[in-house]
Each structure stands twice: as C-alpha cells, then as structure tokens.
C-alpha cells in the first residue's frame, strides 16, 4: 500500500479495557509515526478502567473527592496535555481517540473539533435522540426533564497538525463517578448517557458501529480494522527501522475496509 492510496484509510484499532497511562504512550508513538506519513490516519476505542484527567487548562478545585477517597473507590488521578478541564473516564464510556494528520483534511482545530461533534450527533441520532451543541460549550448535549446534559466530552491535542485524544462518550457509564468532579468544570451541568436517555441497558459494542460509520463519513475515509497486535507490531518496526513500515503493513495482510 503506498502513501497516495492510505491518505483515504482509517484503521480502526479496539484496545478493549485499558489504563490511561498506556493509551497515553500509544498515541504518542502514533503521533509521531503519523508525522512521518509512516501510516495513515487512525482512530483507537477503548474503555478505561476509572480514571479522572485534568487537562491542560483545568483547575484543581474542580475535583471534588480527596485522594483518599479516590484510593478508596479505586479512582486513578492523571494530568494530560489534553485541552478542556476535569473529566471522569470509566467503564460503559466509549473513548475515541483519533490521530489524524489535519494537513490532509483541514488545518482548523475549531473544524476538527465541530466534526466530532457531529459524529456524535449523527451516532446518537441512530438511536433516536436529538443530541445537540450547546454555543461556547465543547461537546454534545441532551436536553432533558433536568435541563441540559452532557452526554459526550471533548478534549484534544494537536502536534504539527497530528491529532490526539478526543472524545468520551457516555453509554452505560455509572454516572456517580461524575459527582467526584464538576464536570469540565461547569457547575450546573450534569453528565448523562445514552442508556440513561433510553431508558434501557446498552452495550458499548452496540454503540460503535454506527461511531465507526459516521467517523468514516465525515472526515471523508475507509475505516479498515487493524488488531492490536499488529499495530503494536508495526510499532516495534519503526522502533528498529527495517523497510517502508507501509510495505510492512501490506505483507502482514492489508486490513479490509468497513462499509461507511
């Protein structure tokens, strides 16, 4: 596969249930190989075990739990270089991280950002519902009995136009977790999710082919599934250079594109 024809593929790479320190490492190594057009663009999903992240631009007063109540509850505490403020991550919460080179789509951070938005509007309009922006507020909203809720976040970073982090999307997250924090740093918004919104249990797996779908849509790609192991070994490639890492990919089996 050369580089002409990758410009229009996403692979799409499950991590299952997984840490935030290590999801952190991976898309850094992605960053950089994204940089150096050794693969095309890619969007990891993931589930992490309970963590809260306090972006770049967070306050600290924003949390509200004491370290000894987080311990308890099993709750980890990281900084990242993420932009937005304070946010739970947690089991029933698809997290999508995109690492998009944004000099082959559009070099506008405020674009990139309405754009996955969108998805998510367009996602949960699958479901039924009428999610929404909200002006001056990041990420997607439900209006319901309560008033506005915030059923997805959005915190990203940019390097020389490659993206990383992204979006949380609340499905069937244990929304008591968010009582530990204001979330994002707004006071009198609360977090929902969809199984809350339908009124019914749902699945993370039922959620994300229609993310995966509406993904490939609107930034304008294939979405090709690629294993974890064979990204991290590809990885292990360019940390020892041997050949186009693109030859590589396409000896180990090219990846077959998901309808979108």
């Not at 996403?10 to 290590?22: F, I, Q, R, S, T």
């Not at 007063?61 to 991550?89: C, K, P, W």
């Not at 209006?143 to 915190?155: N, P, Q, S, V």
């Not at 930034?219 to 020892?240: K, S």
Request: aromatic share 6%; glycine share 10%.
């Amino acid at each position: 596969m050369g580089k002409k024809e990758s410009a229009q593929i996403c692979w799409v790479v499950d991590l299952g249930l997984v840490a935030y320190g290590p999801s952190c490492q991976l898309q850094r190594e992605l960053v950089e190989a994204r940089k150096a057009g050794d693969i095309p663009d890619v969007l990891l999903l993931c589930e992490h075990t309970h963590v809260i992240t306090l972006g770049r631009n967070g306050k600290r007063e924003h949390l509200r739990a004491s370290e000894h109540l987080l311990a308890q509850m099993n709750v980890e505490f990281r900084s990242s270089d993420r932009g937005g403020d304070i946010t739970y991550h947690g089991p029933g919460q698809v997290v999508g991280y995109p690492i998009l080179d944004l000099r082959e789509h559009r070099r506008d951070v405020r674009w990139y950002v309405e754009q996955l938005e969108e998805l998510m509007i367009r996602m949960t309009a699958d479901f039924g519902l009428s999610a929404r922006r909200i002006p001056d507020k990041h990420g997607v909203w439900l209006d319901t009995r309560a008033g506005e809720e915030k059923l997805a976040a959005i915190g990203v970073h940019l390097s020389r136009w490659v993206t990383s982090h992204g979006f949380a999307y609340n499905v069937s997250t244990d929304l008591r977790y968010f009582d530990l924090i204001v979330p994002c740093g707004i006071a009198d918004k609360r977090a929902t999710s969809l199984g809350r919104a339908l009124g019914r249990s749902v699945r993370v797996a039922q959620v994300w082919p229609a993310l995966i779908e509406h993904f490939g849509k609107v930034f304008g790609r294939e979405m090709a599934p690629v294993a974890r192991t064979e990204l991290e070994e590809i990885l292990a490639q360019r940390r020892a250079p041997v050949g186009n890492l693109m030859d590589a990919r396409a000896a180990a089996g090219a990846a077959k594109g998901t309808d979108a």
